[in-house]
């Protein structure tokens, strides 16, 4: 389930049938371009380079929702 809700944040368009390796692999790729390689990298860097692409999703979650608080409670107060 976080792996699918991470995909749909990163908005990789194809998850069906992924294994988590590959969806951590397309999940990171959607971010960073397909010019990343992961080609003969171990399980563990994919895992480390998706544990930071999943920190700068929920880093972004969190700067965007602190942005938009002013603007809602100004909106609320209307």
Sequence with gaps: AELDACAKK???EKTDGLDNK??????????????V???????DYIN?????????LNDTDEAVRQQLK????????I
Excluded: W
């Design 37 to 43: 390689d992961f080609e003969g990298k171990t399980d």
């Design 22 to 35: 590959a969806l951590k692999i397309a999940i990171v790729k959607a971010l960073r371009g397909d010019s």
């Design 10 to 12: 990163a908005q990789v």
């Design 48 to 56: 480390a380079y998706y544990d930071s692409i999943k920190n700068d």
């Design 70 to 77: 002013p603007l809602l409670q100004n909106i609320v107060k």
